[in-house]
């Protein structure tokens, strides 16, 4: 016998053992425990690991990445400044965005852009999150807690502009956590893009 | 009883049986075999199945459930109050309260609390159906209607190069003699119809027109069913080897001598029986155990042999943990294998009716049948010689209960189906805990465990009938 090698005993049946019938019971007595737990027992201790999915829902993690929402100003304009980050960063290459230029008479013309269109194809989109990191102005968020609703359709995980902007955050609003200074208030830097900084 | 109504009594008969064990018990087993299986491994099982109810029904549901909480409230409140008001009448010997008497109070108890827990149970349901938006979904026992429904509109295949006319038949040949099996089984003691809204005397010989409460009563009895069971097996083999598939052929071949070996040690083990009740008559062997108050699973040698006979009855019926014909790991489906749509249905109902008649068999055989316990042919006599008069009235309980002939036989009837579904129960319980046997020590168990065992018993109960006779 090579040496480390230690022999076991092997443990001998007992009678009862091998005549499986207390066994049997006992294997028994553990199946119907288990089924009058989770049939009749308090709700408490109950083990039930599964739900009805379409009817019953689970939360998802707080910090479960869903489709994507553009936030909101306060006056409902998108917060988004057109600044491409996003689409540069994604890995996916997924965020279509044409910037456009305010109105002249608009007090944001000169400092900032607006998205004319953005679209993200929530099909081709890896839910990697490196928009939202990317964003410097806390604009798209993955935070609506959502999957995508499914359809046959192609285009309809197209999302535009108007479906991003009206999809609210896990918390039911529009907005973002983090204040926005607007042209025109005292706490704006009033750096202007022709001024550089 | 004229020709005639013998057939009417006779239809009757096989109506009630086709109705509890296709209709009722079968679905039953279905919907247990899903949900409670699901219950075990910690699943919700499938529940989703539901008729939805209209809108206006659900409104209403929603609007009764306020007036009904307030009518649980008042009915308990009121059986509180009677019952208060009875206990200051026997402590103060009031002989009325507002022109009423004790009996009245007694009387009002009972009906309010009744009429309280109906309408709990009533708000319950009304309230589960309104939380679900008014969809009725009877703990998913709708779940094995839209089984069969599916089963039956699923397309038919038949293989290409199968005998049509053996593939067609196997699932009849299985089902029938299941069906067939329970025309010997006695579900009540004899009707007599002249008494039959009278109370029937206790002792004596009774001159009126009995009729069985079994299909066919038989003096083979008890072969008859082995003889049935017996033809269950072709269904098996001939379904697996007119399948043109190699497993479906090792599957029949398997269930084949499968059945054949335990159908051998399940004839033996119940031996026994017929040593003691002294009889081949299925109806003889319940009122046995009825007359002698004893039933046979209480005397020691069939004890032993009511154990035997579940490990052979359920390896019969090829269900886990004996599946081995059918096992999924090494032969796909086993006999099943090409089967599907309401051919396949059937071998799976006749394998749930298998249960049925194997439990229903058990039940005769070692748990008295019909016999309820202190249940006599003119009704309860519990034990002791005692009278109780209810405090305040003129009621007397005593330790007889006589009741009128339809009311024992519904009890018995009730009781009889009651020890049923507890083996079914048993059986369904036995198949969720236990692995599957390997196929060689499943014969070792027949031909090494329970054959020999069971001849052991006869011999022990041949020597103890010796000895007390």
């Known amino acids: 016998m090579a040496a480390g090698v230690k022999v076991l005993e092997r443990k001998k049946r007992t009678l009862a053992e091998a005549s499986y019938v207390p066994e049997i019971a006992k294997g028994l007595g553990k199946t119907m425990g288990r089924f009058f737990k989770n049939t009749f027992g308090p709700e408490e201790k109950k083990e039930i690991a599964t739900v009805c999915y379409p009817e019953e829902k689970r939360e998802y993690p707080p910090r479960f990445r869903g489709i994507h929402r553009l936030t909101q100003r306060a006056d409902g304009s998108p917060r988004c400044v057109a600044c491409l980050c996003c689409s540069t960063a994604c890995p996916a290459q997924c965020i279509h965005i044409e910037p456009a230029e305010y109105e002249p008479d608009d007090p944001r013309y000169g400092y900032e852009r607006y998205p004319a269109k953005f679209i993200i194809d929530e099909l081709r989109c890896i839910f990697c999150g490196y928009c939202v990191e990317a964003c410097p102005c806390d604009a798209i968020r993955m935070d609506t807690g959502m999957h995508m609703p499914p359809s046959t359709e192609r285009g309809h995980f197209l999302y535009g502009k108007e479906v991003l902007l009206n999809l609210p955050g896990r918390d039911g609003t529009y907005l973002s956590g983090n204040p926005r200074h607007e042209p025109g208030d005292p706490t704006h830097p009033g750096v202007t893009r022709e001024q550089g900084h | ?469």
């Not at chain 2, 059918?326 to 059937?346: A, C, D, I, R």
């Open chain 2, 1 to 469: 009883m004229d020709i005639s109504g013998h057939i009417l009594a006779a239809l009757l008969k096989i109506l009630f049986i086709i109705a509890v064990v296709v209709g009722a018990f079968a679905p039953m087993l279905v919907w247990a075999e899903r949900r409670q299986s699901a219950m075990i491994q910690d699943r919700v099982g499938p529940r989703r199945a539901h008729i939805p109810l209209p809108r206006g029904v659900v409104g209403l549901f929603r609007a009764s459930l306020k007036p009904m909480e307030a009518g649980v409230f008042l009915s308990f409140f009121a059986a509180g109050l009677a019952i208060l008001t009875l206990v200051l009448m026997g402590l103060f010997g009031i002989e009325t309260v507002a022109g009423q008497d004790a009996e009245t109070f007694y009387l009002a108890v009972i009906g309010f609390g009744i009429a309280g827990v109906l309408l709990r149970l009533g708000h319950k349901l009304h309230k589960g159906i309104v939380d679900s938006g008014g969809k009725l979904a009877l703990l998913g026992l709708l779940h094995p209607a839209a089984d069969a429904v599916k089963m039956i509109f699923k397309e038919d295949f038949t293989p290409p190069k199968a005998d049509k006319f053996l593939f067609s038949i196997a699932p009849i040949i299985t089902v029938i003699p299941a069906i067939i099996s329970f025309a010997v089984i006695p579900f009540a003691d004899t009707l007599y119809l002249e008494y039959w809204d009278q109370v029937v005397p206790r002792d004596g010989e009774i001159i009126a027109t009995a009729v069985p409460m079994q299909v066919a009563s038989l003096n083979v009895g008890i072969l008859f069913i082995f003889a049935a069971a017996g033809t269950g097996v072709i269904g098996a083999a001939v379904g697996g080897y007119a399948s043109d598939n190699k497993f479906s052929l090792m599957g029949g071949i398997r269930a084949a001598s499968q059945m054949v070996s335990y159908e051998v040690a399940l004839g033996l083990t119940i031996v026994p029986c017929f040593m003691i009740y002294d009889s081949l008559r299925l109806e003889d062997m319940a009122a046995w155990q009825h007359e002698h108050g004893w039933w046979g699973f209480f005397i020691p040698p069939l004890t032993i042999a009511s154990i035997l006979y579940l490990f052979a009855a359920i390896a019969e019926t090829k269900r886990i943990p004996f599946d081995v014909p059918e096992g999924e790991s090494e032969l796909v489906g086993g006999y099943l294998t090409e089967y599907s749509g309401m051919k396949f249905g059937m071998f799976f109902t006749g394998e749930f009716i298998e249960v049925v008649v194997l439990a229903a068999l058990a039940v005769v055989l070692f748990f008295g049948g019909w016999d309820v316990p202190f249940l006599y042919r003119s009704g309860f006599d519990l034990p002791g010689t005692w009278e109780l008069t209810v405090p305040m009235t003129e009621w007397v309980i005593t330790d007889q209960f006589l009741l009128q002939h339809w009311a024992v036989l519904l009890i018995q009837v009730l009781f009889f189906l009651f020890k049923v579904v507890v083996l079914m129960w048993l059986q369904l319980m036995i198949r969720w805990t236990l692995p599957r046997f390997r196929y060689d020590q499943l014969m070792q168990l027949c031909w090494k465990g329970l054959l020999p065992l069971s001849l052991i018993n006869i011999l022990v109960t041949g020597i103890l009938v010796l000895l007390w006779t």
